[in-house]
């Protein structure tokens, strides 16, 4: 190796060092019946049996099966519990979720994953509160029919209209207003017994 091919290695390690760029992908382990996979890691096994306990409740929800191969990971998540990212088919979920709430978690974003079809027009707002209002479901959170307050119809109509960007902005008053009339419109599009839970 020239000494010029060799400082060119040592610059291109670096930039991997720095940039953690070059890092090989770690190794998935794939969830039995299902595209999905899970990444290699302490909390795999976990997440491998949450995964392949929810998904079919999910899918079964939202009365669609769409081939979905995607990859469920633990990794930090900038301002929130988890994050699903339908263009590189990445599911991520926090450190900080890891804990009593993880099923709720990975069945919110399941809906993320697996809302298309008859569901590829919701508003943002409105598929937030479907994932919650079917994840609840799914994981025995929420039994019987919609119990929460009936929605004012401002809030209803933001939950319908509101763009990407709006939903972010909202004040977490406001979101949790849009996010309860969501959740009203989902029970009235996913009634409660639609799931039979062993
Ligand atoms: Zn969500």
New binding site residues.
Partial sequence: MSSRARLRGLAVGLACLVLGACASPRPTLEVPRSLARVEAGPEASRLLELVGHLEPLVLEALGTAWPRPFVVRVAPVDGGRAE?RLVDRRVSIDPGALDEGLPMTVA??LV?VHASGRWDGLPRGV??GL?YWIAGLATGEHVGPYSGPEPDAGALLEALTATDEQYRALEPARRGAVHQAAAWLAAGLVPHDRLVLP
Avoid: D, G, M
Wanted: proline residues 0%.
């Fill in positions: 699903t919110h974003e993320h598929e937030e994932a």
